[in-house]
């Protein structure tokens, strides 16, 4: 079992930056691949970055690609989403996942065994 925190979300201007991070528990956190999805008011839950646990590769959605960067420390059970260039469209709440089997990049909620409780994230005009 792996229990999922984030924090470091809040009210942004736009242009403005955040970086969130999400603890996890559990020994074997540095076998498992994670991703960060969003999802604003009414619509489905989308995909934002995903990081392999071997090499700690990234891919990430067109729409963030070169603002956000996600990254992972093994030894501190953390991984992070540091977010440049906000935008209002990037407002949302945001959520840490895990996946426990595979190492490769992975975009559907579907594909993740573990969830965070979300965090907000506000970017104004």
């Known amino acids: 079992q792996v229990q999922l925190v984030e924090s470091g979300g809040g009210l942004v201007q736009a242009g403005g930056s955040l970086r969130l991070s999400c603890a996890a528990s559990?020994?074997?956190?540095?076998?498992?691949?994670m991703g960060w999805f969003r999802q604003a008011p009414g619509k489905d839950r989308e995909f934002v970055s995903s990081?392999?646990?071997?090499?700690?590769?990234?891919d990430y959605a067109d729409s963030v690609k070169g603002r956000f960067t996600i990254s992972r420390d093994n030894a501190k059970n953390t991984v992070s989403q540091q977010m440049n260039s906000l935008r209002p469209d990037d407002t949302a709440v945001y959520y840490c996942?895990?996946?426990?089997?595979?190492?490769?990049?992975?975009?559907?909620?579907?594909?993740?065994?573990?969830w965070g409780q979300g965090t907000q994230v506000t970017v104004s005009s």
């Open positions: 990081i392999t646990w071997s090499r700690g590769n990234t």
């Open positions: 559990g020994r074997t956190f540095s076998r498992y691949a």
């Open positions: 996942a895990a996946r426990s089997r595979g190492d490769g990049y992975y975009y559907a909620t579907l594909d993740y065994d573990y």
